[in-house]
């Protein structure tokens, strides 16, 4: 009798709790609703049981994510029909809605097919882009394009479905094909369909809703994409840093030799960057058909670094056998001028083109950097009356002015001559004996103290652009 009673008393309270369960406005009956792990994403679904093809959905998304996506009937993301949310360009207070498609693991393609009509409740509202739909046609089936997917059973009790959010950061388009970054976040979770046929109505989503009749299968945080990154990290170190460095290499005296290894290595890290730019290219709309301006330009420049390549050994056989300059060298010279420029626009472009634009900053900073510092030696050059269009090692322009790069004394010569010799405009009237009087160009040429012969000082003027006499010693190691 006691047990019985107090069986009862359970029953009934049993059915008080589902009746305040029914009456919970943010949690009605009759929708399944899934929240995700951070409550970034929520997603709540209803079928009306009114024999068309309608559903009715909600999708919120935090506004501190730059996107946030849906995708029905698959636990992977070919073949499954995305519904993706982001902020509006021109009403802030407003969503672009995107549904797209997608055969594999790349960004999904507007789907424009798909009928919908946008309910009240749309907009965004208390850090929340929200958006409420009835989806007329294509909701519950697609192409599938190839796949064994396409479709929704909408009386299955775990219809798969994953879910995806975009980085954290702002981000707004109007247009339903806007090009998005990739996920940071992704996850699968199962809809229980079938428990959510009844009225046709808009499933509630609020602040205080709870996840019902989904369940997360798995997750996964902190992604985003390495290739992308990689082929940034690859190209900026190569263009900005080890293209610029060899080019003054080969202006110097005595590093001129590290040149071609500087630019063969930077040019093996081109070719790695590259490569993870190509990979990367799988991953986005706007990169999957390899003919955007950022791609098509990169082509080009990776073209021209082989052309330099070959310009640059070319330049180097000819050089040792006639120690003249050479056309190759010319073109050499200015081959490398034009990859540095495009490479350094590519990379501007490259990084806008990444939705990026924001590290485009150092790019442009570098460009700044690297220009005031040709300026200033140009300026610094003209001031001290050096002869700008002299010839250094490796019959290249240098920056070889002996005055600037004074060698340390020579044996035979007093040491306090040398220290003259440093002021290079003020020479010593009376040189010490045995050594010739200087021409005024003297000054301007390099002393080579480990070369045997003593070179006959006549033919510097006959042969003004020094052409590697100096420079024969190492040509051939
Ligand atoms: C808000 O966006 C939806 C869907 O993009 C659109 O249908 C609706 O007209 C917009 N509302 C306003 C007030 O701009």
């Known amino acids: 009798m006691l ?18 369960r029914a009456d919970d406005a943010n949690n009605p009956t009759g929708q399944s609703t899934f929240i995700s792990p951070d409550n970034s994403l929520a997603f709540a679904f209803t079928v009306p049981d009114n024999g068309n093809t309608d559903v009715y959905f909600s999708l919120r998304v935090s506004t501190k994510r730059s996107w946030g996506a849906v995708g029905l009937g698959s636990d992977d993301m070919p073949g499954a029909l995305f519904l993706i949310l982001y902020r509006s360009k021109n009403n802030r207070d407003n969503v672009t809605f995107s549904p797209r498609l997608a055969y594999g693991n790349y960004e999904p393609k507007y789907y424009p097919d798909l009928k919908f009509e946008v309910l009240d409740g749309t907009g965004v509202k208390d850090g929340y882009m929200m958006f409420n739909a009835v989806c007329n046609e294509h909701c519950r089936s697609w192409p599938a394009g190839g796949t064994s997917k396409g479709y929704i059973d909408v009386s299955s009790p775990n219809q798969q479905a994953v879910y995806a959010l975009g980085p954290k950061e702002s981000f707004s388009d109007d247009e339903p094909d806007a090009n998005l970054k990739m996920h940071s976040e992704y996850g699968t979770f199962t809809i229980d369909m079938k428990r959510t046929q009844g009225r046709a109505d808009l499933p509630v989503l609020t602040e205080d809703s709870v996840a019902e009749g989904t369940t997360l299968n798995s997750h996964s945080t902190g992604k985003f994409d390495w290739k992308a990154a990689a082929h940034a990290a690859f190209m900026v170190f190569s263009f900005m840093l080890l293209l610029p460095i060899g080019a003054i ?36 709309q706007r990169s999957r058909g390899f003919h955007s301006l950022h791609q098509v330009l990169g082509f080009i420049v990776i073209l021209l670094m082989f052309v330099q390549l070959a310009m640059g050994i070319l330049h180097h056989l000819k050089w040792r056998k006639t120690k003249k300059p050479t056309t190759f060298g010319k073109i050499h010279l200015w081959n490398g001028r034009i990859v540095m420029t495009l490479g350094a626009v590519n990379g ?7 939705l990026d634009r924001r590290y485009a900053l150092i790019v442009l900073g570098i460009v700044f950097f690297l220009v005031m510092c040709t300026l200033g030696y140009i300026v610094w050059a003209a ?32 040491t306090g001559y040398t220290a003259t010799v440093t002021a290079a405009p003020s020479y ?50």
């Open 3 to 20: 047990l019985r009673n107090l069986w009862r008393a359970a029953l009934t309270a049993a059915a008080l709790t589902a009746s305040t």
């Open 249 to 284: 290499l080969i202006r110097t005296e005595k590093l001129a030799k590290f040149h071609k290894f500087n630019q063969t290595f930077a040019l093996g890290l081109v070719l790695g960057g590259f490569a993870f730019g190509i990979l990367a290219s799988f991953h986005y």
């Open 348 to 354: 501007y472009i490259g990084f806008g083109f990444a």
């Open 383 to 414: 001031k001290r009356q050096m002869p700008r269009r002299q010839q250094g090692p490796s019959g290249f322009e240098g920056l070889n002015h002996s005055y600037q790069q004074q060698q340390q004394p020579e044996p035979w010569r007093s």
């Open 428 to 477: 010593p009237h009376d040189p010490p004996p045995g050594y010739e009087a200087p021409s005024a160009q003297i000054g301007l040429q390099n002393v080579t103290p480990w070369r045997g012969a003593t070179p006959g000082r006549g033919s510097y003027e006959d042969e003004p652009l020094n052409l590697g006499s100096s420079q024969k010693p190492r040509e051939f190691t």
